[in-house]
């Protein structure tokens, strides 16, 4: 019998076309959740899919605002010491 994986999803689909500080808010609840109901206490490989749109709803394509290069992909600007992963 074969382990499985213990992801969670956490669907945000439902709240529509919402301002980032809505969905900032959204975000911050569910993970007090987590922690104060599930007792969850660390994760790992967290990934964060986001359609950006106009208010009302039509997509836009997400472009630096200095140079206007389109951007997929952006890895977290959270500072995490790599020697916090290691037990030294």
């Known amino acids: 019998m074969g382990k499985t994986d213990p992801v969670l999803e956490i669907d945000y ?10 969905l900032q808010q959204a975000i911050w609840e569910d993970i007090q959740m987590l922690r104060d ?11 964060l899919m986001v359609r950006a749109t106009n208010e009302y709803g039509d997509p836009l ?12 992909h ?15």
């Open 13 to 22: 689909k439902n709240l529509g076309t919402i301002k980032l500080d809505e």
């Open 37 to 47: 109901e599930f007792g969850v206490g660390y994760v790992t490989d967290v990934k």
């Open 61 to 72: 394509v997400v472009k630096r605002l200095s140079t206007g290069a389109t951007v997929r």
């Open 74 to 88: 952006l890895d977290t600007h959270h500072y995490h010491p790599a020697c916090l992963d290691y037990k030294l």
